[in-house]
Structures are given as structure tokens and as C-alpha cells.
């Protein structure tokens, strides 16, 4: 699973870096959770566009004060399949942008927390869904991670971590009209194991979510 990551790349550098239209001033963080607001990278009319989002998948059938499971996450295996993802998968996807996500070593007498950026500190991309949810009051755009098997490098750490694009791919998977379900679960498949990560041990401060600095991402 991926519970928390972070982003401190400044708004228009991550727009240069991504090829993206920015329309808001994204609020930097080193330690975000569930239900936050977070950049997320769709296409619209064919143009790269960063957005806020609610990270916590809404589904568009949803009904209000009925009880909203925590769709954070996606696993990748099922994705195409679950009511929750499937329409999503085939016409909604997206890039959360990220500096780095954290991932807990549950085998240590206290969960040691990780935190894993690449190896040369650049942004990237975890594959994503997203919806679009109404009621008579408000709407939401949400979003949540798509997760695999854990590469050999984060496995030591975790069984699970989020599926990584490759830049070269973004443009096919955000392209709402590419909807070849085995040709998108491929790439899943094939981007999960990036061996460019590089993962550190870090205060276990990182547990709580106001916990919110620079600190975060020291190395032990």
C-alpha cells in the first residue's frame, strides 16, 4: 500500500518538469495523508493539466451519508474489475506527482518508517484513477494510487508499493481514449519495477500527519 508521500518541488518546476498547464498553487508537503488535496496530472482537450484533487477515490455513484470505504489505494491486479475502479481504469486515470512516498517496515518491534525518493531527487509520477462525484451541494475530484507487487528494492521493506510511469508512457496512459484494458494492465505490470529508487530510514515522527517539515525526509 502507499499511506503517505511527499512534495516540495516547486509548483512551476513541476509543471516545466511535466510538460503540464498549472492551475493552482500547490501547497508543498513532506509528510501528506489520506484526504488531503494532491497535484494530479490528467488530460484535458489533449493537454497536460496539473489539478487538486481529494486523494481518497469517490465514486461517481456514491451516495451521500451512505459509508464511504477508504479507496486510497487500487490494487493493480483487480483494478479493471472492482465496481469501485473499473470505470475509472478505463476512462479516468491520472499521475499523483510526488517528490517521494514512505513505506513502513512492519518486521522491526516498532514499524521503521522509509522514505523513498529516485536516486537522482527528480519528481515522478505514481499511476492513478480519478472521479468526479456530484450531489445537489458540492463536487469532488478525487483520486487514489494503484499499487503492485513491491520491486526488489522495496520489497525488503514492504510486499506492496505504488505502480511508477515511466515518462515516455504518460501520454498513452492519461489518454481517456486509450481503453485496451490488457494493454493498460501491461503496463502496470512492466512500470512497477523501478530500479531507480533509493530508500532510507526516517524518524518514525513521520507517523503523525502534522508532523510536516523537511525533517521528515532526513535520513536516520
Known amino acids: 500500500m502507499c499511506g503517505r508521500f511527499a512534495v516540495y518541488t516547486d509548483s512551476r518546476e513541476l509543471a516545466d518538469y511535466f510538460s503540464a498547464t498549472l492551475t493552482y498553487e500547490i501547497e508543498l508537503s513532506y509528510n501528506i495523508a489520506p484526504t488531503r488535496t494532491v497535484p494530479t496530472l490528467i488530460t484535458h482537450d489533449n493537454q497536460r493539466m496539473i489539478v487538486p484533487m481529494r486523494w481518497g477515490l469517490i465514486p ?3 451516495k451521500e451519508g451512505s459509508k464511504l470505504a477508504m479507496l486510497n489505494n487500487a490494487r493493480g491486479e483487480t483494478v479493471d474489475s472492482k465496481p469501485s475502479f473499473r470505470h475509472s481504469f478505463r476512462h479516468q486515470r491520472c499521475l499523483i506527482l510526488t517528490d517521494g512516498f ?3 517496515d512492519a518486521e522491526k518491534t516498532t514499524k521503521q ?3 523513498i525518493p529516485m536516486k537522482n531527487r527528480e519528481p515522478f509520477g505514481l499511476t492513478g484513477l480519478w472521479a468526479h462525484w456530484m450531489s445537489n451541494e458540492k ?3 478525487s ?3 494503484i499499487t503492485m507487487q513491491a520491486n526488489d528494492i522495496v520489497s525488503p521493506i514492504h510486499n506492496r508499493m505504488p505502480s ?3 515518462k515516455e508512457l504518460i501520454d498513452t496512459w492519461l489518454d481517456p481514449n486509450f ?3 490488457s494493454k493498460l494492465k501491461k503496463m502496470l505490470e512492466n512500470t512497477h519495477a523501478c530500479d531507480n529508487l533509493a530508500p532510507f530510514p526516517v524518524s518514525t515522527r513521520v507517523n503523525k500527519a502534522n508532523f510536516d517539515d523537511a525533517q521528515c525526509i532526513q535520513p536516520l
Open 113 to 115: 518508517p522509509y522514505y
Open 164 to 166: 511508477i510511469m515511466p
Open 143 to 145: 483520486c487514489c494510487i
Open 139 to 141: 463536487t469532488i475530484h
Open 60 to 62: 461517481s455513484w456514491y
Open 179 to 181: 481503453q485496451d484494458v
Open 102 to 104: 514512505y513505506e513502513w
